[in-house]
């Protein structure tokens, strides 16, 4: 097609081409957003320089002085960069485990197994409001073991929900990760579940202490000795995924200090 035109009109062709291309861009780079960060698995925006040591040693001299057994995953989702203290040990979920509950509803609501109507307000009640009974209903309606088979099929094993419960500060990150990237069952349900997340009303730990306008999507775990939280933080320079899983014998201060390991990572991670 180029053949047919004069050498002068080629030029011109090729130079707005390149002029398109440069504004297309540049618009890509303007005012990210929750939904832009990523397209697909691609990162849209150029990687920023980050000192990892730097974070991971503060993580560790931070809760080296805490009592307890503390499991951490951190996830820079726009820099792709991963801060991690014992993020592989196991933990007993309290009520982490009805994150995977709500992936296993919005699975089988998918798969048609069952209507949305007739479980959303369970779903709704488990996560905003972490309520028990909802939850144990939807995973009997479900079955425990369908659902620690759906997560070993979704490559999360590690969340493992025969008696007792158990998680892994690195397969929940993996697991939020999924939901955030709307990989979970499908776009639309990630959305939901994102949806979910953010309306969350116990948040006494990762929210706490961060600036008012920065938006939390968690879901906190609470039983015996254990205090847990994790979620998506939504900062100004970046999104994330936190996740702090904690048993100590002072569980009544451990909510208030994931709130200020919290503050702590989250300012680190927003410096320019």
């Known amino acids: 097609m180029l053949s047919k035109f004069p050498k002068s009109?080629?030029?011109?062709?090729?130079?707005?081409a390149i002029l398109a291309f440069g504004i297309f861009l540049s618009n890509l780079n303007q005012n990210p957003s929750l939904d832009n960060y990523f397209l697909g698995a691609q990162n849209l925006f150029f990687p920023k320089q980050a000192n990892d040591n730097r974070i991971n040693e503060s993580i560790e001299n931070q809760v080296k002085?805490?009592?307890?057994?503390?499991?951490?995953?951190?996830?820079?989702?726009?820099?792709?960069?991963?801060?991690?203290?014992?993020e592989t040990d196991e933990f007993k979920s309290a009520s982490l485990y009805k994150l995977a509950v709500m992936w296993a509803a919005f699975d089988a609501i998918k798969k048609g197994q069952i209507a949305k109507e007739e479980i959303q307000p369970q779903i709704q009640s488990m996560i905003t409001y972490s309520d028990n009974d909802s939850a144990v209903y939807l995973a009997?309606?479900?079955?425990?073991?369908?659902?620690?088979?759906?997560?070993?099929?979704e490559g999360l094993a590690d969340i493992n929900l025969t008696d007792p419960p158990q998680v892994t500060a690195n397969s929940i990150l993996n697991l939020l990760e999924r939901i955030y990237r709307n990989t979970a069952v499908s776009?639309?349900?990630?959305?939901?579940?994102?949806?979910?997340?953010?309306?969350?009303?116990?948040?006494?730990?990762?929210?706490?202490y961060l600036p008012?306008?920065?938006?939390?999507?968690?879901?906190?775990?609470?039983?015996?000795?254990?205090?847990?939280?994790?979620g998506i933080v939504i900062g100004k320079n970046s999104h994330y995924i936190f996740v702090f899983l904690t048993e100590t014998p002072v569980p009544e201060e451990a909510s208030d200090q994931i709130a200020r390991l919290s503050k702590k990572i989250f300012d680190e991670l927003e410096k320019d």
């Open 9 to 16: 009109s080629k030029f011109l062709l090729l130079l707005l």
């Open 65 to 86: 002085n805490l009592d307890g057994h503390w499991g951490i995953a951190i996830k820079d989702l726009k820099t792709a960069n991963s801060y991690y203290y014992h």
């Open 187 to 208: 776009p639309a349900y990630s959305q939901d579940m994102k949806n979910l997340l953010f309306t969350q009303q116990i948040n006494d730990r990762i929210p706490k």
């Open 140 to 153: 009997e309606k479900l079955g425990w073991d369908n659902i620690s088979y759906l997560m070993d099929q």
């Open 212 to 230: 008012q306008n920065t938006k939390v999507g968690h879901k906190t775990g609470e039983l015996d000795f254990l205090r847990h939280d994790a």
